[in-house]
């Protein structure tokens, strides 16, 4: 039943980003998934002012992708240093281990530039480069709000804890005292 839902959502999410043969569909930026559209959008300085959905790659809404065996390919490609350097750590498993760990972050490293060389990956780094802009533009709290925050999150457990714990105490009294 949980391989039927995780495959359900895979097959979804695919097929709405990727449509049906591999044709990149229209998406949304990081920022426009959390904004609701202004009842005026001609309207300037509405959220967003501008179409909350833009296309990708050549400008159509269906652009086909560059090359999708080639991209197929690199990504198999980028797999061959990631399982080497696995192997090699393994297979000098008598040397020290920071030495075999750098070789591994080494092996990773390259297995990830090869695999940005795709469509894909440049997306996954399009995505990543929004996220960050966003984690940029999030207010965080000061010091003193968390501080106090945390204070009052600790006086309301141990509170709800003593409270429990009366609880707890007259229960038992009470089943003792109905049972003799």
């Known amino acids: 039943m949980l391989s039927l839902v995780v495959y359900r959502f895979f097959y979804r999410t695919a097929l709405s980003r990727f449509g049906v043969f591999g044709f990149v569909k229209e998406?949304?930026?990081?920022?426009?998934?959390?904004?609701?559209?202004?009842p005026k959008p001609q309207v300037g300085g509405s959220t967003p002012s501008w179409p909350a959905i833009h296309t990708c790659l050549d400008g159509g809404t269906q652009a086909k992708l560059e090359k999708p065996i080639l991209d197929k390919i690199k990504l198999l490609l980028a797999m061959v240093p990631l399982v080497a350097g696995i192997g090699v750590y393994y297979y000098f498993g008598d040397q020290p281990a920071w030495i075999r760990v750098i070789g591994l972050l080494v092996a990773g490293g390259v297995s990830i530039m090869i695999a940005l060389q795709t469509e894909l990956g440049r997306m996954a780094w399009a995505f990543r480069r929004e996220a960050i802009i966003e984690v940029r533009k999030v207010v965080w709290p000061t010091r003193k709000e968390t501080t106090q925050t945390t204070l009052v999150v600790v006086v309301v457990v141990i509170f709800m804890a003593i409270l429990l714990w009366l609880?707890?105490?007259?229960?038992a009294w009470a089943v003792r005292f109905l049972t003799g």
């Open 27 to 38: 998406f949304r930026p990081v920022a426009q998934l959390a904004e609701q559209r202004s």
């Open 167 to 171: 609880l707890d105490m007259f229960l």
